[in-house]
Structure formats: structure tokens, C-alpha cells
């Protein structure tokens, strides 16, 4: 009896921690939609060359950098997925909030400057999780940078 108790707490608070974790992404989703919209007036272009960069004022490096990690069970969760195959759609998940999280990032130091675009944004990553070797929650850190620019 002592043992099903057990079971029956240990897939509770299982349950209770996928659920948290899954309130707590969905939320981050929100607020990266929202400073997503508050940021729509700067236009972002990773194309390294601009059509028309004629009338350019000023031009600054702008730099936005995030480490974001997954919690253990995603994590152990995806290195189940590894073993059978298929995409490993909670890494993708966090590759994207990562991702988005420092372009907002990047944006908010352009609008800082007073800048109204972005040109040449590029993105670059790493996994810090593998650097610890495979214990732990999922982590990647993503840098972007890109050159904002003020026209007259």
C-alpha cells in the first residue's frame, strides 16, 4: 500500500511539473508575441545586401544574447524521442524562444538608438548543455546582431 502511495505522489508532482512548465512556455510565448508587436516599426533584413541604403544618419552594432533551458523531464523526454527517431519537437520549441527572445532583445538596444531598421542580422548559437556533458536541463544560448540603422 505504501508503494502505490508513493507511485501515485511521484506521478502527481510529475504531472504538477509538466503542467507548471507547460504554463510557463505558453506565457513566454505571450510576452515574446506582444514585445514582438511593440517592436514591428523597425523593419529587420538578414540580407547582406540593402536595396536602397541611400539617406543612412547613423550606424551602430546592436546585440541581443539569451540562455535559455528546457526543465530535466523535457529534457530526458527528448533523449528518449533520440532513441527511436523523429523530430525532437521540445528542442525545436526551445530553439525557437531562444531565438525570438534575442531578436526582441537585439530590437529593444536598436529602438534604444532610435534606430528604424536592422540590416544584416545574423544569428549564432551554442549549446551549453553538451558542454557539460548530457546531465542536466536542455540549455542554448543565442546571440543576434546586426547593424541598426537610423535614415534621415
Known sequence: MDAVLY???I???LVLGILAGGAN???????LARAER??????????????DPGGVRD???VLGQVVIATDTFKTWAT????LVGGEMHLARRLMVRARREATVRMLREAEA???TEVWNVRYTFCSISMM???????????LAFGTAVHRA
Not at 132 to 142: C, F, K, L, Y
Request: hydrophobic share 45%; proline share 0%; no cysteine.
Open 132 to 142: 557539460r556533458g548530457r546531465s542536466g536541463a536542455m540549455q542554448v544560448e543565442i
Open 38 to 51: 511593440e517592436l514591428s516599426h523597425i523593419r529587420i533584413s538578414n540580407l547582406k545586401r540593402v536595396a
Open 11 to 13: 506521478a502527481g508532482l
Open 113 to 115: 538608438l532610435g534606430a
Open 79 to 82: 533523449g528518449l524521442r533520440n
Open 7 to 9: 507511485l501515485l505522489v
Open 59 to 61: 550606424a551602430r552594432l
Open 25 to 31: 512556455e505558453r506565457a513566454h510565448f505571450r510576452r
